[in-house]
C-alpha cells in the first residue's frame, strides 16, 4: 500500500504497533514478515541494516499490497530516495536529519524522525510526529512528560520496548508504539495486535 502522509498516519495510529525487521537471515526475514501479515498487522518497518534491504522492501509490498510498508534507519537522502523507488510509504531515521528531510519534501512521503531530547524532538516535530529513541532512556514518565511541550507532535517510542509493555506505553500517550524482534516471542500474536487497536481506538473516541 502507498498513500499520503495523512493516510499513513491513519493506518500507524490505528494499528498502535509499528514492527521493526532487522534480521540479516533471508529466510527468517520471510517468515516473520508472513506470520506479521497472517496476525494482522498493517504497517511494517524494515530496516537499512537488512542485506539487500531495498529488494526485500519491493518484494514484500508486490505481495503484500494490503500491508503500508517503510524503511528504517534511513539517514542519508540518497537511502532515503532507493527507498522510495523500491515502494517505501513512510522513511524512519534515528535521529534528526535535516538533509533527508529536504531530500524528500516534494514527495510527500511521511518521515519519522529521531530524537531525544526535547531539544532534538522539537526540531523535527514539524512533520506533526517524532520518534523517540531510546525510548527505554527515560521510559513512560519521560514520554508524558514530553507530550505538554510537544503540543501536536504524535509521538513514537522505539528502543528496549518490548511486546508486554506496549500497553504501559500506549496509556502514556505513545501514538504507536515500535518493536523488535521480541515481537515474534509472543505467541497470541493475532491477539496482541488486536489489543493494541483496540486501546488506541479508544484513545480515539
Same mark, same amino acid.
Given at each position: 500500500?502507498?498513500?499520503?502522509?495523512?493516510?499513513?498516519?491513519?493506518?500507524?495510529?490505528?494499528?498502535?504497533?509499528?514492527?521493526?525487521?532487522?534480521?540479516?537471515?533471508?529466510?527468517?526475514?520471510?517468515?516473520?514478515?508472513?506470520?506479521?501479515?497472517?496476525?494482522?498487522?498493517?504497517?511494517?518497518?524494515?530496516?537499512?541494516?537488512?542485506?539487500?534491504?531495498?529488494?526485500?522492501?519491493?518484494?514484500?509490498?508486490?505481495?503484500?499490497?494490503?500491508?503500508?510498508?517503510?524503511?528504517?534507519?534511513?539517514?542519508?537522502?540518497?537511502?532515503?530516495? &532507493?527507498? !522510495? %523507488?523500491?515502494? /517505501?510509504?513512510? =522513511?524512519?531515521?534515528?535521529?534528526? @536529519? *535535516?538533509?533527508?528531510?529536504?531530500?524528500?519534501?516534494?514527495?510527500?512521503?511521511?518521515?519519522?524522525?529521531?530524537?531525544?531530547?526535547?531539544?532534538?524532538?522539537?526540531?523535527?516535530?514539524?512533520?506533526?510526529?517524532?520518534?523517540?529513541?531510546?525510548?527505554?532512556?527515560?521510559?513512560? &514518565?519521560? !514520554? %508524558?512528560?514530553? /507530550?505538554?511541550? =510537544?503540543?501536536?507532535?504524535?509521538? @513514537? *517510542?522505539?528502543?528496549?520496548?518490548?511486546?508486554?509493555?506496549?500497553?504501559?506505553?500506549?496509556?502514556?500517550?505513545?501514538?504507536?508504539?515500535?518493536?523488535?524482534?521480541?515481537?515474534?516471542?509472543?505467541?497470541?500474536?493475532?491477539?496482541?495486535?488486536?489489543?493494541?487497536?483496540?486501546? &488506541?481506538?479508544?484513545?480515539?473516541?
Amino acid at each position: 500500500m502507498t498513500g499520503s502522509k495523512e493516510e499513513v498516519l491513519e493506518e500507524l495510529g490505528a494499528a498502535g504497533i509499528l514492527p521493526v525487521l532487522r534480521t540479516s537471515d533471508p529466510s527468517r526475514l520471510r517468515d516473520q514478515v508472513h506470520r506479521l501479515h497472517e496476525s494482522g498487522a498493517k504497517v511494517v518497518e524494515l530496516t537499512t541494516s537488512i542485506p539487500e534491504g531495498e529488494a526485500r522492501l519491493a518484494e514484500f509490498t508486490e505481495a503484500m499490497p494490503d500491508m503500508v510498508w517503510g524503511m528504517g534507519t534511513v539517514t542519508e537522502p540518497a537511502v532515503a530516495e &532507493r527507498a !522510495l %523507488r523500491h515502494g /517505501a510509504s513512510f =522513511l524512519v531515521s534515528p535521529y534528526p @536529519v *535535516p538533509e533527508v528531510r529536504h531530500a524528500v519534501a516534494g514527495s510527500g512521503t511521511l518521515l519519522i524522525e529521531g530524537g531525544h531530547t526535547p531539544g532534538e524532538l522539537a526540531s523535527v516535530a514539524g512533520a506533526g510526529i517524532a520518534k523517540v529513541f531510546p525510548a527505554h532512556v527515560g521510559g513512560t &514518565r519521560y !514520554l %508524558r512528560s514530553l /507530550a505538554p511541550v =510537544l503540543p501536536g507532535c504524535r509521538l @513514537v *517510542p522505539s528502543g528496549g520496548i518490548g511486546p508486554g509493555q506496549v500497553p504501559d506505553w500506549l496509556a502514556a500517550g505513545a501514538f504507536a508504539v515500535a518493536v523488535g524482534s521480541e515481537l515474534f516471542g509472543v505467541d497470541d500474536l493475532a491477539g496482541h495486535f488486536a489489543a493494541a487497536r483496540e486501546q &488506541r481506538s479508544e484513545v480515539e473516541r
